[in-house]
């Protein structure tokens, strides 16, 4: 089945590390997307990348970085410069710019 | 750019009562429109989506929303909803630009 997969589910770091967290897709979609979910705040948009090799920030790009070396990977670093990394990050792909979104079940990171 | 406000952070309902999810929008340009559900530490599912043509549309579960344009709005509804109903629900709304806004959610509560 396609899907877009999110590893590890959860995450624990020290404060001043950075961490890596994973998105792979199987469905061929040219778009990825990073977003970060905090409770009562709905999703916000951290980077996105439209095709291979290009990535812009989004609203909330402070202390991240990602990049996109292969159509199915997308990684994002969380780096030490994040001043509240605790939180639920969810990837995304599409087909397009206007098409719907599909996710994978998030990695939910907690930092000490 | 465009804002969603999701005017109920929480609704309270007993099983086979109807429910509404209310979603207001603002956007100087012509939009296009998803609701997505989102179950306990799980990403998020489209629920349905208005691109253009019938300003109604409806899911496969039971779910129906409307899109009015003169009152920037995207009601969800259910005339009957299940205990399985139980979920945060998200309105979003893009542009064709990958950036799409997501309201802050209304957490849905389904009593027997």
């Known amino acids: 089945d396609g899907g877009i997969t999110q590893s590890p589910k959860y995450l624990f770091r020290k404060e001043g590390q950075n961490v890596t967290l994973s998105c792979e897709q199987n469905l061929n979609h040219d778009a990825m997307y990073w977003y970060r979910q905090d409770p009562g705040q709905g999703l916000r948009l951290i980077y996105y990348?439209?095709?291979?090799?290009?990535?812009q920030k989004g609203d909330i790009a402070e202390g991240y970085s990602v990049s996109r070396e292969k159509k199915e990977s997308f990684p994002l670093t969380v780096t030490s410069a994040q001043k509240n990394p605790t939180a639920f990050y969810l990837c995304?792909?599409?087909?397009?710019?206007?098409?719907?979104?599909?996710f994978g079940n998030g990695t939910r990171l907690t930092v000490t | 750019a465009q804002s969603v406000t999701q005017l109920d952070s929480q609704v309270p309902v007993f099983e086979e009562a109807p429910v509404e999810l209310r979603c207001n929008y603002s956007s100087s340009v012509s939009v296009y429109l998803f609701w997505y559900v989102q179950y306990p530490n799980q990403g998020l599912q489209l629920l349905l989506k208005?691109?253009?043509?019938?300003?109604l549309v409806e899911s496969i579960n039971g779910f129906e929303a409307e899109f009015n344009k003169s009152q920037t709005s995207f009601h969800l509804r259910k005339p009957s909803v299940h205990i399985s109903d139980t979920a945060e629900y998200f309105c979003?709304?893009?542009?064709?630009?990958?950036?799409?806004?997501f309201g802050a959610g209304t957490t849905v509560t389904v009593r027997a």
């Open positions: 208005y691109l253009s043509g019938s300003t």
């Open positions: 990348s439209q095709i291979v090799n290009d990535f």
């Open positions: 995304a792909s599409s087909i397009t710019g206007d098409s719907p979104l599909h």
């Open positions: 979003a709304v893009g542009s064709n630009d990958y950036k799409l806004s």
